[in-house]
């Protein structure tokens, strides 16, 4: 329980345009380091970075055929957004530095608002793709992402083998999706929580 007794909000001016890129990463770790080098080189302009498993890439392209894969085979992609002016320009820069400390695989740049838009529509359509399952939404300092998603791929691993796991979300807040089996599962619930 709690009494709010002040609030501040920081506003910003809404963004003349916009940069969209899906950008394959080894893994999570290069995803928050990736994020920590956006947020550096471009700080508010950065408005969205999405982090998605192969599995949940998997699920969307299974339930909805006609998406297309941006980046086959990457096991990881994040997803990432800069608002405002000048955004295309900085958005290559930093995926060219990306990519040549291969912090980045590869990298999809979308070139206007339909090609962002259908970038967009991956992310947006991985919940009703494993729609059910064990669901938890989990929130952690950013920088324990990584450390996260390795121990409970570990431990659901250890304690449910086979079952898929579908980790995707918000890097940029520290809030994931982690979602686990399918039907079959979800009367383990509990189980699969503790």
Do not use: M
Request: charged letters at 20%; one cysteine or more; a negative charge.
């Amino acid at each position: 329980l709690g009494i709010i007794t002040a609030a501040v909000l920081k506003l910003h001016p809404r963004p003349t345009a916009s940069a969209t890129a899906w950008i394959e990463v080894a893994g999570p770790q290069s995803a928050v380091e990736l994020l920590s080098r956006l947020c550096n080189a471009c700080g508010d302009r950065l408005t969205a970075f999405e982090l998605l498993s192969r599995t949940c890439i998997d699920a969307v392209l299974a339930h909805r055929p006609q998406v297309r894969d941006p980046l086959p085979g990457a096991a990881w992609a994040v997803l990432v957004q800069l608002g405002d002016s000048g955004t295309s320009d900085a958005l290559n820069e930093r995926l060219e530095q990306a990519l040549d400390s291969d912090l980045a695989g590869n990298a999809v740049v979308a070139k206007n608002e339909a090609e962002s838009k259908a970038l967009w529509s991956i992310r947006e359509s991985v919940p009703e793709a494993q729609f059910s399952n064990v669901k938890h939404d989990i929130s952690v300092a950013v920088s324990k992402v990584p450390e996260l998603i390795e121990r409970l791929h570990a431990a659901i691993g250890r304690a449910f083998p086979g079952w898929p796991i579908f980790c995707f979300g918000h890097v940029g807040d520290g809030n994931l999706h982690y979602n686990v089996g399918d039907a079959a599962l979800v009367a383990r619930r509990a189980e699969v929580s503790r």
